[in-house]
Nanobody, 124 residues
Framework: QVQLQESGPGLVKPSQMISLTCTVS??????????WNWIRQTPGKGLEWIGA???????YYSPSLKSRTSISRDASRNQFYLQLSSVAPEDTAVYYC????????????????WGQGTQVTVSS
């Protein structure tokens, strides 16, 4: 089973940047046709998709967060990353990384593997 683990600072000051790493084991982030996602969860808004990076390096972002979101990867380390800039207290959430496993002819896929989540608090 593929395993994912989030890591990064748990406390970030307002106006600064959330930087998180997802480390993948027992799987490859370049394997066709997987997509590697960032999702966050808050009590008020529930689950919110942030964005993803596909097996070929293509990136996709939620329209509401695109202007301040960057997702990248290091295939040699089997890791992908999230940077969320200009953060505010409303960005406080549990942040998850998750895999969506597509096939060659599919147009949607479930998130079938999840990390445990990491709490990120934005506070001065």
């Amino acid at each position: 089973q593929v395993q994912l683990q989030e890591s990064g600072p748990g406390l970030v000051k307002p106006s600064q940047m959330i930087s998180l790493t997802c480390t993948v084991s027992d799987g490859s982030i370049t394997a066709k046709y997987d997509a590697w996602n960032w999702i966050r969860q808050t009590p008020g808004k529930g689950l919110e998709w942030i964005g993803a990076i596909s097996y070929d390096g293509s990136t996709y972002y939620s329209p509401s967060l695109k202007s301040r979101t960057s997702i990248s990867r290091d295939a040699s380390r089997n890791q992908f990353y999230l940077q969320l800039s200009s953060v505010a207290p409303e960005d406080t959430a549990v942040y998850y990384c998750a895999r969506a496993e597509y096939s060659s002819n599919s147009y949607w896929a479930p998130f079938n593997s999840w990390g445990q989540g990491t709490q990120v608090t934005v506070s001065s």
